[in-house]
Nanobody, 123 residues
Framework: QVQLVESGGGLVQIGDPLRLSCVAS????????MAWFRQAPGKGREFVAS????????GYANSVKGRFTISRDNHKNAVYLQMRSLKPEDTAIYYC????????????????WGQGTQVTVRS
């Protein structure tokens, strides 16, 4: 099964941009729909964005629409999350996830998860 490793998290100021990366290994990458989820302190994990196997379709949570962009490079076995205009409420651990079935916003759709990368937006 595909293994996922996230990177790119860090401590930023309000309004700063940040790009997260997720690299996959041990499996064909282009058969997986990919997504980003996040979990803020004391809260459950929530959907952020998803992208289809070819990258032709994508979806976003309302809270990040217009500020975040998900993309993928199947040649590099990678998916990215470009974040702009970051807010303190974006502070969370961001997880990369893979699904063989769909690019839905349901957590249960995704069978493979990375360990997460911390994003902290300082107010």
């Amino acid at each position: 099964q595909v293994q996922l490793v996230e990177s790119g998290g860090g401590l930023v100021q309000i309004g700063d941009p940040l790009r997260l990366s997720c690299v996959a290994s041990r499996g064909p990458f282009d058969v997986y729909h990919m997504a980003w989820f996040r979990q803020a302190p004391g809260k459950g994990r929530e959907f952020v964005a998803s992208i289809s196997t070819t990258g032709e379709s994508s979806g976003y949570a309302n809270s990040v629409k217009g500020r975040f962009t998900i993309s993928r490079d199947n040649h590099k076995n990678a998916v990215y999350l470009q974040m702009r205009s970051l807010k303190p409420e974006d502070t969370a651990i961001y997880y990369c996830a893979a699904s063989l079935w769909s690019d839905s916003d349901y957590e249960s759709t995704y069978s493979n998860w990375g360990q997460g990368t911390q994003v902290t937006v300082r107010s």
